[in-house]
């Protein structure tokens, strides 16, 4: 395993990527309307399935069956874009983080180093060689800033 430092770039890089997203963290962009978006805009633009077909070149019940995959989402990002361009939409993808980033991988450090300690204290206590909790907090804490300071090294392994 390549112990890669983290930088600071790699920090700048995550603050950016999370006020880029930030905006996107609103509980009203995550509600889809009843239906799926392309139908609610369609019907509030009082276009047609046909016309919206017609628009973007294929039939009204491919544009009907198009719709349907959206509302059970199994509708490919190539076709969602096809269709906002039908509707003069621009298809924005983006996968929001429930928080931020700095905060997720130190959420992730912090139950890494759990387990990893768990699985030490466990060996030394059959061992008799147990420690305080006050020492095992400590360690917790050393391997979790240790993890992110190189998060190549196992911040995401599931062992």
Request: net charge negative; with cysteine; hydrophobic share 40%.
């Given at each position: 395993i390549l112990e890669t430092p983290m930088t600071?770039?790699?920090?700048?890089?995550?603050?950016?990527l999370d006020q880029k997203l930030a905006p996107l963290r609103t509980p009203d962009l995550r509600s889809v309307p009843r239906g799926g978006?392309?139908?609610?805009?369609?019907?509030?633009?009082?276009?047609?399935?046909?016309?919206?077909?017609?628009?973007?070149g294929v039939s009204q019940s491919a544009v009907s069956q198009?719709?349907?995959?959206?509302?059970?989402?199994?509708?490919?990002?190539?076709?969602?874009?096809?269709?906002?361009?039908?509707?003069?939409?621009?298809?924005?993808?983006?996968?929001v983080p429930r928080g931020s980033l700095d905060e997720i991988m130190r959420r992730q450090a912090e139950m890494r180093a759990s387990?990893?300690?768990?699985?030490?204290?466990?060996?030394?206590?059959?061992?008799?060689?147990a420690v305080s909790d006050q020492e095992r907090r400590s360690q917790l804490e050393a391997l979790a800033?240790?993890?992110l300071m190189r998060p190549n090294t196992g911040l995401w392994d599931d062992s």
């Open positions: 600071e770039l790699d920090s700048l890089q995550r603050k950016q978006w392309t139908r609610a805009i369609r019907t509030a633009l009082g276009m047609s399935v046909t016309a919206l077909g017609r628009r973007i198009l719709e349907s995959g959206e509302e059970q989402e199994t509708i490919t990002l190539a076709s969602l874009r096809k269709l906002a361009g039908g509707l003069d939409c621009d298809l924005v993808y983006a996968l387990s990893i300690v768990g699985a030490v204290s466990t060996t030394m206590e059959l061992e008799d060689q800033r240790d993890l």
